[in-house]
């Protein structure tokens, strides 16, 4: 299958602090990637949809102005949790539409710890 | 969204056959199948998907009841890198976006 990398793995900051997470497409272009949100123990949120060169669509309830999302090549999408707090500790996660039957390929994931 | 409906977990023993359940009764005449699963600490990972007709792939095979409100995922020999949470998931033709239920956490005794 096709390869979701995400930077940093994980990353460790302060409260108020921005953090920027990178995911890219290795070996296919995505012209559509998925923003994910998983806490412990539960399931996949989805928080927003982003098209190469276009604003981003986030789901209910998911605030615009403190995940931003980039998508600013066909293989390069970035979100960033603006002014984080520890509420937003979780692990995220990343995908890309492609393949012969436009499934989603999933990034590792980016654990972010928020003290 | 259409919801799905499987059971919180299910064990198997190595090597052997496993089979997922799912139930989808409210399923609309266009939306597709989707079966994805997670190992722990991972993304998770495409597995198989159909529409009406049974499909097969290296990874799995997919029943699909012929009211189609529910499907089966069949794993033909369980090993231990198997054990994972395994997402059903209904999507709409020309849709994108996939939305997780809670899954089936499948535990492969050795």
């Known amino acids: 299958g096709a390869v979701v990398s995400q930077h940093p793995s994980r990353v460790i900051c302060k409260s108020g602090t921005s953090v920027k997470i990178e995911c890219r497409s290795l070996?296919?272009?995505?012209?559509?990637m998925f923003w994910y949100r998983q806490f412990p123990k539960q399931s996949l949120m989805l928080m927003a949809t982003?098209?190469?060169?276009?604003?981003?669509?986030?789901e209910q309830g998911v605030e615009k102005d403190k995940f931003l999302i980039n998508h600013a090549s066909l293989t390069l999408s970035t979100l960033t949790v603006t002014s984080a707090h520890p509420e937003d500790s979780s692990f995220y996660i990343c995908s890309g539409e492609g393949g012969p039957y436009n499934e989603q390929f999933f990034g590792p994931g980016t654990r972010l710890t928020v003290l | 969204d259409a919801k799905t409906t499987q059971p919180n977990s299910m064990e198997s023993n190595e090597e052997e056959p496993v089979h997922l359940p799912c139930n989808h009764s409210?399923?609309?005449?266009?939306?597709?199948i989707h079966w994805y699963r997670q190992l722990p600490s991972q993304g998770p990972e495409y597995v198989i998907h159909g529409l009406t007709s049974n499909v097969n792939n290296r990874m799995a095979s997919l029943a699909i009841a012929e009211d189609r409100k529910s499907s089966t995922l069949i794993l033909h020999r369980a090993t231990l890198r198997d054990a994972a949470v395994y997402y059903c998931?209904?999507?709409?033709?020309?849709?994108?976006?996939?939305?997780f239920g809670t899954g089936t956490r499948l535990t492969v005794i050795p």
């Open positions: 982003s098209n190469e060169g276009s604003k981003a669509t986030y």
């Open positions: 409210t399923i609309s005449g266009t939306d597709y």
């Open positions: 998931i209904l999507s709409p033709t020309g849709a994108n976006n996939l939305f």
């Open positions: 070996d296919f272009q995505a012209t559509t």
